[in-house]
């Protein structure tokens, strides 16, 4: 009678020929290559290089965002180094080096945020450096 419309192999709904789901059930559908058999998962086979039939009648896609154009942004970067923090830690307690960290961190952010409006992220490095970043 006329062309034979593809099926999902999950349900077995008839399926438009480019579809990538179903759309009774939502189950991905693979496409088979023209020249090997084999599934194809781009626009081209993988195994023998032939272009998949739908990817090769359909149009090129139209990008619907402008490209991304270079930006030049001024970052500052701020390291601290504790002196002897990895002596002083080790005859510790971790809470008690936990503690210890936590106060430094607030002190530090006290005096830094107020100096660097536009601070986005202070984080601690495995260093124990802080690092603000803008």
Same mark, same amino acid.
């Given at each position: 009678?006329?062309?034979?419309?593809?099926?999902?192999?999950?349900?077995?709904?008839?399926? +438009?020929?480019?579809?990538?789901?179903?759309?009774?059930?939502?189950?991905?559908?693979?496409?088979?290559?023209?020249?090997?058999?084999?599934?194809?998962?781009?626009?081209?086979?993988?195994?023998?290089?032939?272009?998949?039939?739908?990817?090769?009648?359909?149009? +090129?896609?139209?990008?619907?965002?402008?490209?991304?154009?270079?930006?030049?942004?001024?970052?500052?970067?701020?390291?601290?180094?504790?002196?002897?923090?990895?002596?002083?830690?080790?005859?510790?307690?971790?809470?008690?080096?936990?503690?210890?960290?936590?106060?430094?961190?607030?002190?530090?952010?006290?005096?830094?945020?107020?100096?660097? +409006?536009?601070?986005?992220?202070?984080?601690?490095? +495995?260093?124990?450096?802080?690092?603000?970043?803008?």
């Amino acid at each position: 009678m006329g062309v034979d419309m593809p099926s999902c192999a999950q349900c077995e709904a008839d399926l +438009p020929a480019t579809a990538k789901f179903c759309p009774e059930c939502g189950a991905p559908q693979s496409l088979s290559c023209s020249g090997c058999g084999l599934p194809v998962t781009g626009k081209f086979c993988a195994e023998c290089g032939t272009p998949v039939a739908s990817a090769a009648a359909a149009p +090129p896609e139209q990008r619907t965002s402008s490209p991304r154009v270079a930006e030049r942004r001024v970052t500052s970067v701020l390291f601290g180094d504790l002196v002897g923090f990895t002596t002083l830690s080790e005859s510790r307690d971790p809470e008690t080096v936990r503690e210890l960290l936590s106060r430094y961190f607030a002190t530090a952010r006290t005096v830094i945020e107020p100096l660097s +409006p536009l601070a986005e992220t202070s984080t601690c490095a +495995p260093s124990g450096s802080l690092r603000t970043m803008s």
